[in-house]
């Protein structure tokens, strides 16, 4: 039996592998050309695929622009490119407070701070396009920065059997309300308010906030700008305050002609010895120089005929969620007159 070393292998295979081209395939220039083998391994070799995550969104995308359908993990995605494509913060002008804050959260601020509290789920969808992602990067950004609060309440049940739903409603922080005044963005005339006041009447007062952009659409289309809110706090002070100087100037004055008097001076009604207050009062200016105010009531299923027929006497444009027009008494249900003049939100 021969014998070989593994060098003697090693030996063979290189020289199979050392292949010499023709003489004739040299070109002129003295460098070698390609070899045959070269040129057929290019030809059968398919090129690797390179997984690309980008270029899978992008060919995602590309799908569903020219018609080829969507899926939500697609729509998720677009989402998260329309988050990643706002302006950086640092790029933001600084705002008077020595922050860099986005459009949507100067705007957040004015909002609540002048309707007290405002659902995220209406900040998202009136603000945000429905982008519950960028706005919960912008509130915890604002949160952290000790400018707004977030509360998670039980709605309303109102006596009724039913499951416990929670909301998440947006309140600004004293530090919130002071920066805010401070920026000199507030208009003229329009208070700004802080905290959570009543946590049981917050999922009502939060619905004013509905009611207004209902009726922000109309003093719009007439021309009507400078919207100014005044909520029921500021109104009932000022109406108490009314009462209280004119009894202080004439302690003997009868004192029902006193709360007519001071009524009529706030544009409001008398019914049963007590002044009919609303929700809250939107004033405005119009085209022609003079202004003009829209009173809004929000009602709940807790309000009883008597309560609903003052409020629509009075001149208020009444609302109501979908979830309390069908829980209202029967008092307020057979009155087809009053229950016309309920608007829902």
Do not use: C, W
Request: charged share 30%; proline share 4%.
């Amino acid at each position: 039996m021969d014998s070989h070393s593994p060098l003697d292998y090693s030996r063979e295979r290189s020289d199979q592998r050392r292949v010499e081209p023709p003489k004739d395939s040299v070109p002129s220039n003295g460098m070698p050309a390609a070899s045959p083998f070269d040129t057929v391994a290019r030809a059968v070799t398919p090129a690797r695929a390179v997984f690309s995550p980008k270029l899978q969104r992008e060919t995602s995308a590309e799908r569903a622009h020219t018609g080829g359908g969507s899926t939500p993990e697609m729509e998720q995605a677009s989402r998260r490119r329309r988050h990643q494509q706002r302006t950086s913060r640092t790029k933001e002008s600084a705002h008077e407070i020595g922050l860099h804050l986005r459009p949507e959260e100067r705007r957040l601020l004015l909002e609540v701070g002048k309707f007290r509290v405002i659902t995220s789920a209406d900040l998202a969808a009136q603000m945000y396009g429905s982008n519950t992602a960028q706005l919960r990067y912008d509130l915890e950004f604002l949160k952290q920065a000790k400018l707004v609060e977030l509360h998670s309440l039980n709605a309303r049940r109102d006596g009724k059997s039913e499951d416990v739903r929670r909301f998440e409603a947006v309140t600004l922080t004293k530090k919130g309300r002071k920066l805010l005044i401070k920026t000199g963005e507030v208009p003229e005339g329009q208070r700004i308010y802080s905290d959570l006041v009543k946590p049981r009447e917050a999922e009502h007062d939060a619905q004013i906030y509905r009611a207004y952009l209902k009726e922000l659409g109309s003093i719009e289309k007439a021309g009507g700008h400078n919207v100014r809110v005044r909520l029921d706090f500021e109104l009932k002070a000022q109406v108490n305050r009314g009462v209280y100087l004119a009894r202080k100037a004439d302690p003997d004055r009868n004192l029902q002609e006193i709360k007519k008097e001071v009524a009529e001076q706030f544009h409001l009604h008398l019914h049963k010895d007590r002044v009919v207050v609303p929700d809250a009062r939107l004033e405005y200016d119009l085209p022609n120089g003079g202004s003009g105010e829209t009173d809004i009531e929000v009602a709940t299923a807790a309000y009883r005929h008597g309560h609903i027929a003052a409020k629509a006497r009075a001149g208020f444009k009444m609302y109501i969620s979908n979830g309390d027009i069908g829980r209202l008494g029967s008092g307020v249900q057979n009155d087809h007159d009053l229950m016309s003049e309920i608007l829902d939100i």
